[in-house]
């Protein structure tokens, strides 16, 4: 832990009463490739302050890199300035915050801690150098160690060091493309060797197929499923959004929202996922039950939002001015396996399409859960249970609440993934039954 | 903050072939004001440095936040670790030394970091007051500005030492109705992506006269109005017709169509695994129909108060005017002096940075469509049926930049060339050249104005640039639209 428990606490007394600091150490360290050839290394070394004051229903932030007494007297300054150029504040106060739950305990991992450029380079040797001749790859390695301090002017003090690493190697060969992306806390938990065997599979030469059209059962891998479920999460299952009837299962608390296949819950500390233990606000993640067989039992929230989840938030607070949004939303989903194989999977598609990746999915209407994305890198044709060509790539636009209804199988093994705005989203494959999906 | 880059270049190895130094100090002013609270003010600061080094032609960079001894020392070791531990054997090309020594700042007319709060706070809270006037199925309304000021000094091994100050100023509206069945948003200026909080609006590179001008309290009635008036408007059509595009939504098409298409890195391959390929390669340069020949686009930096606008990129070459697409066909790339260099080509100046914590990338600045001859108005006008958008809510593209949808917060029907009634959640889909090739009228001069948009994504780790557009409206034949 780079942060000083000492100049947050001189931080915290220079800021004064009503203050919560969340901060940040931040070291990132990058291997780009592209066309089998390394194009940048990256070393990044930031620390950002976060500091919001809240006083008589009045808000104000700000932040820094640094910690160093000086430049917090002058934030504290201009925030105390800010603070008196605002009128008193209308809106209903948040409930006070109850901090007496331990803070969970995150190992960090001592292979990423320890970041060695060169353990990059061969990891991407190692990658290139098992592919064919023929093929390019293109990707990242990135580790990352995250120092987490959340403290407030009550005598909070939550701290935690998180570790990552994470590679993506996306390999092209005779115009086509598979991917792989793996993520752990530990490296060395990361099946490097592995890689090249699943690109060169994935990139096993078959005919192109005709582009089918109109509707037909999909296999959804567990990166495609990962697109899915992570979006559904981030526009429906937050509090807020349920709470002023903005998300597609307001009020239905209790009903059946997904197929009964469907169980997901959301556990920062399930070391299945990659694990943090409080959210921005220093709340403990709770393990928090989503859907249970499609009945929606639950949805996340903070400080502000804690009177929907029995009057105790339940970590899911986003940091200030996170570039998607003040809302809480899930972090760490997890969806629970089921008991098919993927062979089984792929039988009872029968013909079908099998995405191995979807890219770019956006909402379009967040209240009907209207989205739309394109298949990305391998993309297949089925007949009859059985990979029989490569498929164009295609555009979904379809509700997610359809899909999420229409799914007839779940696969036994999962997939630890993240996007841009989750952290973890922990997946099987799924099959959906034709419908909801149709190829245009 | 100029004696620190000094400093450091001072400190590289000899083996150092290339390298160049970015301080920076980016300070940012948000305030927003909601239909239930006091408002919101946010104040950031963050001062820090890039080091970029070449040897044996592989980069290497580092960033620090620490600007002590101790810290120029370690970013020195990290950059010139990373690029030793590849081993050598790279093939960066750099092209012309970059030597230029100068001073240089955006103008403004106001100050926007001198203008009391109160006063913004003020205007904020009226434009609010204006739109909760549209009634009790207004659910949520955020009026906000951002002003941005990032203090700049490059410096490069080639004698370069480039001091810029650029500052950025906008301004915007956003409306959520709901009526329990359905939820509509409107915004003003323009659409943002996403839930972004804040950062919302219209941008330019100026100061606080460009939120003055862009008549957030005079519009928030509208605005809301249509919010609410879009939940009982019927659904838009599932046909295929004559789409007019508000200058606004074209901004966004153009984006996606043209700007992030023509960067030489992703054309180069250097984004397949992120962000994706790109339709135009380099074979097809000079050959490839793009559009009709009504249609011509241009990357431009030198805009005067556009938000793509600069004097100097982040490596230090000059702001340009650069044609991308002539008369239909694509002939040229956005670059940086890398990704020129192995084109055999100068860079163009698109080398930027999301700050001093990242590498530059190949980013587009403001890209444009030289206006056509008709009006908005001879456009609808001279359609039998279709229908007119504006306002991006949504859009997703393949990673060849081909295959794209659409989605705008507000669209009208046109009939007999006539306006008729608002329609909701209008999308429209196609492929980048049989849209941009069913183009048969674009407004003219009188229409075209730049839209600055401040969340532009691309990279990993991930960097946001600020960007412009300089559009008129246009006209598609026989477009995809509806669901």
Not at chain 1, 62 to 68: A, F, I, R, V
Not at chain 1, 285 to 303: A, H, I, K, M, Y
Not at chain 2, 237 to 260: F, I, K, R, W, Y
Request: charged fraction near 25%.
């Amino acid at each position: 832990m780079s942060i000083n428990q000492s100049d947050v606490e001189q931080a915290l007394a220079i800021l004064g009463a009503g203050t919560r600091l969340d901060i940040l150490g931040e070291n990132a360290d990058l291997l780009r490739y592209a066309e089998s050839e390394i194009t940048a290394q990256h070393s990044e070394r930031r620390l950002r302050v976060r500091a919001r004051i809240n006083r008589n229903g009045r808000s104000v932030a700000g932040s820094l890199e640094t910690l160093d007494p000086v430049a917090v007297r002058a934030l504290a300054d201009r925030l105390q300035a800010a603070l008196g150029e605002l009128p008193p504040g209308t809106s209903e106060a948040a409930p006070a915050a109850d901090h007496s739950a331990a803070t969970p305990d995150i190992p960090a991992a001592s292979s990423v801690l320890e970041s060695d450029p060169a353990v990059r380079h061969q990891w991407f040797k190692t990658v290139r150098d098992g592919l064919d001749s023929a093929a390019m790859l293109g990707g990242a390695i990135r580790y990352d160690v995250l120092d987490r301090v959340v403290a407030d002017s009550t005598g909070l003090f939550r701290a935690e060091t998180l570790t990552k690493a994470s590679i993506q190697a996306i390999a092209k060969q005779d115009g086509k493309s598979a991917s792989v992306r793996i993520m752990h806390r530990d490296a060395d938990q990361i099946p490097v060797s592995e890689i090249p065997d699943r690109l060169r599979e994935a990139l096993r030469p078959l005919p192109q197929v005709e582009a089918h059209h109109g509707t037909c059962r999909v296999l959804l891998k567990p990166q495609a499923a990962n697109a899915l479920i992570a979006t559904y999460g981030y526009a429906v299952l937050g509090a807020n959004a349920y709470a002023t009837g903005r998300s597609a299962v307001s009020g239905r608390l209790g009903e059946k929202v997904a197929s009964e296949l469907i169980t997901l819950v959301d556990d920062g500390c399930d070391p299945d996922g990659l694990p943090s233990g409080f959210d921005a606000e220093g709340n403990v993640r709770r393990r928090t039950p989503l859907l249970e067989n499609g009945v929606l039992v639950g949805v996340v929230s903070d400080q502000r939002r804690a009177g929907l989840t029995g009057g105790v938030p339940t970590g899911h607070a986003v940091p200030d001015g996170w570039r998607f949004g003040g809302d809480p939303v899930p972090s760490h989903l997890l969806l629970e396996a089921g008991e098919s194989t993927e062979d089984e999977l792929l039988a009872e598609c029968g013909s079908g399409l099998v995405v191995n990746r979807l890219d770019y999915l956006r909402v379009l209407h967040p209240k009907e859960t209207l989205v739309t994305g394109t298949t990305r890198d391998a993309t297949y044709w089925a007949e009859d249970g059985k990979i029989v060509g490569w498929h164009p790539q295609m555009r979904f636009t379809f509700r997610m609440e359809d899909v999420m209804n229409a799914v007839i199988g779940v696969g036994a093994v999962r997939e630890r993934c993240d996007q841009t705005f989750m952290e973890s989203v922990v997946v099987p494959s799924l099959l959906i039954d034709a419908g909801p999906l149709t190829l245009p | 903050m100029r004696d620190t880059a000094e400093i450091v270049l001072g400190l590289l190895p000899p083996d150092v072939k290339y390298g160049d130094i970015r301080v920076i100090r980016r300070t940012h002013e948000q305030v927003l004001v909601e239909l239930d609270g006091p408002g919101e003010v946010n104040y950031d600061d963050s001062l820090g440095l890039g080091l970029r080094v070449l040897i044996d032609g592989q980069w290497g960079f580092a960033a620090t936040h620490r600007l002590d001894p101790q810290g120029l020392d370690a970013v020195v070791a990290q950059a010139v670790g990373q690029a030793r531990a590849t081993g050598g054997g790279g093939h960066v090309v750099l092209g012309t030394p970059v030597t230029t020594r100068d001073t240089w700042s955006s103008p403004m007319d106001v100050d926007p970091f001198t203008v009391p709060l109160s006063t913004k706070l003020d205007l904020l809270a009226a434009t609010v007051k204006e739109a909760a006037t549209a009634g009790p199925l207004v659910q949520q309304i955020e009026a906000s500005m951002d002003f941005y000021r990032d203090e700049k000094v490059f410096a490069n091994t080639e004698g370069a030492l480039i001091e810029q100050t650029l500052t950025e100023s906008g301004g915007g509206l956003m409306v959520n109705a709901g009526d329990g069945n359905d939820v509509q948003r409107r915004s003003f200026p323009q659409g943002v992506p996403r839930q972004i909080r804040g950062q919302r609006g219209d941008f330019a590179t100026a100061g606080f006269e460009h939120v003055l001008s862009l008549g957030l309290v005079e519009n928030a009635a509208r605005v809301a109005a249509e919010a609410v008036e879009l939940l009982s408007a019927p659904q838009c059509p599932d046909e295929v017709t004559t789409l007019v595009a508000g200058s606004n939504q074209l901004a966004m098409v153009l984006h996606e169509c043209a700007g992030h298409p023509m960067e030489a890195d992703r054309a180069l391959g250097t984004e397949a695994s992120l962000a994706g390929g790109t339709y135009a390669t380099p074979e097809r340069r000079g050959n490839f129909r793009w559009g009709t020949p009504i249609v011509s686009a241009y990357a431009d930096a030198t805009i005067p108060g556009a938000l793509g606008s600069f004097k100097y990129d982040d490596e230090g070459t000059p702001s340009q005017r650069t044609q991308l697409v002539k008369d239909g066909i694509f002939l040229g790339y956005m670059s940086s002096r890398e990704y020129a260099g192995a084109l055999g080509l100068e860079s163009t100046g698109q080398a930027r940075a999301d700050g001093w914590q990242r590498l530059p990338l190949v980013r587009m600045t403001n890209i444009c469509l030289e206006p056509g001859e008709s009006s908005l108005a001879e456009m609808i006008d001279g359609t039998k049926r279709g229908i007119l958008v504006d306002i991006n809510r949504g859009f997703s593209i393949d990673d060849q930049r081909m295959n794209f949808r659409f989605q705008t917060e507000i669209g009208w029907e046109i009939k007999d060339g006539k306006v008729g009634r608002m329609l909701k959640n209008c999308t429209y889909q196609s492929d980048t050249p049989t849209f941009w090739g069913s183009l048969d009228a674009l407004g003219g001069p009188s229409e075209w104005r730049v839209h600055g948009v401040p969340s532009c994504n691309k990279g990993e780790p991930l960097q946001v640039a600020h960007v412009g557009h300089g559009t008129v409206p246009g006209r598609f034949r026989n477009v995809q639209v509806g669901r």
